[in-house]
Antibody
Framework: QVQLVESGGGVVQPGRSLRLSCAASGLTFSGFGMHWVRQAPGKGLEWVALIWYDGSTKYYADSVKGRFTISRDNSKNTMFLQMNSLRAEDTAVYYC??????????????WGQGTLVTVSS | NFMLTQPHSVSESPGKTVTISCTRGSGSIASNYVQWYQQRPGSAPSIVIYEDNQRPSGVSDRFSGSIDRSSNSASLTISGLKTEDEADYYCQSYNSNNQEFGGGTKLTVL
């Protein structure tokens, strides 16, 4: 079965950077797009970014555009989220999720357990 | 971008049926499929409905989804409520290059 394990979270000061990783197993990683979705403490889900299966196309939420970069290494079955110029409002649990596709649509499907990022001085 | 609006909370008794709505603010609800996710306290979300009304394998047939063009909304219906259904439920959809989640609905089974 699909297993996604996020890592790299922690406490970071405002304005600094952090890099999250998502290690995948139990699937042909290179055949799936991947999402990052975050959840601030006590709040709802917020989509952050999507990368296509081959890394050729990337999409970002307006709230992180220009500060966050999504990438992947298919040889290592791993996806990344480089987060720069972090703000207090970026504090959240960050989940990675597979982008599963039928013949008609794609959608977030399997999710990891998340990694907590806290931006605080 | 567009918004998906859900009621903040709903409650119902065990054995009953509950419906959670998700209204799309702009654009037609029928133009892009809607997914539904369940998130129990302390856990990651898991999908319970995809493409408006499709149930993933392993999800109970007590869960069903639909869309209503007249109200521009999607609905998640859970029948035969169990205490284990108590969770937050999120709708999700997309357009162009953006994905959106509803604000979530807290379901209490009491």
């Amino acid at each position: 079965q699909v297993q996604l394990v996020e890592s790299g979270g922690g406490v970071v000061q405002p304005g600094r950077s952090l890099r999250l990783s998502c290690a995948a197993s139990g699937l042909t990683f290179s055949g799936f797009g991947m999402h990052w979705v975050r959840q601030a403490p006590g709040k709802g889900l917020e989509w952050v970014a999507l990368i296509w299966y081959d890394g050729s196309t990337k999409y970002y939420a307006d709230s992180v555009k220009g500060r966050f970069t999504i990438s992947r290494d298919n040889s290592k079955n791993t996806m990344f989220l480089q987060m720069n110029s972090l703000r207090a409002e970026d504090t959240a649990v960050y989940y990675c999720a597979t982008d599963s596709c039928s013949t008609t649509s794609c959608y977030p499907d399997s999710w990891g357990q998340g990694t907590l990022v806290t931006v605080s001085s | 971008n567009f918004m998906l609006t859900q009621p903040h909370s709903v409650s119902e008794s065990p054995g009953k049926t509950v419906t959670i709505s998700c209204t799309r603010g702009s654009g037609s609800i029928a133009s892009n499929y809607v997914q539904w996710y369940q998130q129990r306290p302390g856990s990651a979300p898991s999908i319970v409905i995809y493409e408006d009304n499709q149930r993933p394998s392993g999800v109970s047939d007590r869960f069903s989804g639909s869309i209503d063009r007249s109200s521009n909304s999607a609905s998640l219906t859970i029948s035969g409520l169990k205490t284990e259904d108590e969770a937050d439920y999120y709708c999700q959809s997309y357009n162009s290059n953006n994905q959106e989640f509803g604000g979530g609905t807290k379901l209490t089974v009491l």
